[in-house]
Nanobody, 124 residues
Framework: QVQLVESGGGLVQDGGSLRLSCAASGRSFSSYAMAWFRQAPGKEREFVAAISRGGSTTYYADSVKGRFTISRDSAENTVSLQMNSLKPEDTAVYYC?????????????????WGQGTQVTVSS
C-alpha cells in the first residue's frame, strides 16, 4: 500500500488560488494512478481530478474543468492540484487518493488508498 499526506489547504477569498500537494510513500509511486476528491459538510465525497500513472492523461469533474490542474512529479513522489478562480462552493475537505488504475481510483474501490484530507475554505 501507499501512504498519502496532503498539504496546502487554507482560507482564501472568492476568486483566489491555492495549490494542494500530496506526498506519497511506500510502494512505487509510478505504479499508481492518482486522484483528488472533496467532501463538503453533509455531502458525499466527490471526484475532482485524476491523473494516469505516467502522467500523460488527466480527467476533471465538469465543475472544476478550466479552473483546476492536476499534475504529478515522479522525482518527488508528489501529486498536486492547482486551484484557480476559487468559488465558495469549492469549500470542502480535499483528499488525495491512489490506486492501480484511473478506473479503480475514480470508482473509490476498496483497494484505494486515502490521505487524511486538508481543509479548503473559500470566503465570499
Amino acid at each position: 500500500q501507499v501512504q498519502l499526506v496532503e498539504s496546502g489547504g487554507g482560507l482564501v477569498q472568492d476568486g483566489g488560488s491555492l495549490r494542494l500537494s500530496c506526498a506519497a510513500s511506500g510502494r512505487s509511486f509510478s505504479s499508481y494512478a492518482m486522484a483528488w476528491f472533496r467532501q463538503a459538510p453533509g455531502k458525499e465525497r466527490e471526484f475532482v481530478a485524476a491523473i494516469s500513472r505516467g502522467g500523460s492523461t488527466t480527467y476533471y469533474a465538469d465543475s472544476v474543468k478550466g479552473r483546476f490542474t492536476i499534475s504529478r512529479d515522479s522525482a518527488e513522489n508528489t501529486v498536486s492540484l492547482q486551484m484557480n478562480s476559487l468559488k465558495p462552493e469549492d469549500t470542502a475537505v480535499y483528499y488525495c487518493a491512489a490506486d492501480l488504475s484511473v478506473k479503480l481510483v475514480v470508482s473509490k474501490a476498496d483497494s484505494t488508498s486515502w490521505g487524511q484530507g486538508t481543509q479548503v475554505t473559500v470566503s465570499s
